[in-house]
């Protein structure tokens, strides 16, 4: 089983050595549209208490428990700032990771 699971992982790194031109490409591409996406600036309803004070009560009323665990865990705290580009450069890497398993899981063998 733990054989598996290297010759599984070490397939997925020769995978993306094969491919690391692909792999950034599709990293940037992500890295964009994210930044475009928050140059919006869609409210959400409780963003206007997380800007004037810090405030991480969006479990408490809008049932947003993932985004309150993953904002203490980036800010480090319950205090909240604003992460700048932090947040868009993080979704950037797990949209690239996730797409870069998929495109492994289906075309193992080959080139992108």
Avoid: W
């Avoid at 009560?57 to 993932?66: A, D, I, K, T, V």
């Amino acid at each position: 089983m733990v054989e598996e699971c290297k010759s599984i992982f070490q397939n997925l790194f020769e995978f993306i050595k094969r491919n690391r031109a692909a792999c950034y490409l599709i990293f940037v591409i992500y890295l964009l549209v994210n930044i475009n996406i928050s140059l919006a600036e869609f409210p959400y309803i409780d963003d206007i208490g997380r800007q004037l004070q810090g405030y991480t009560g969006f479990s408490e009323h809008y049932s947003r428990y993932f985004s309150e665990i993953t904002s203490r865990f980036i800010q480090g705290g319950p205090h909240l700032t604003d992460p700048g580009l932090t947040t868009n450069i993080i979704s950037s890497i797990v949209l690239s990771i996730t797409s870069i398993l998929l495109l492994f899981i289906l075309f193992p063998y080959k080139k992108i």
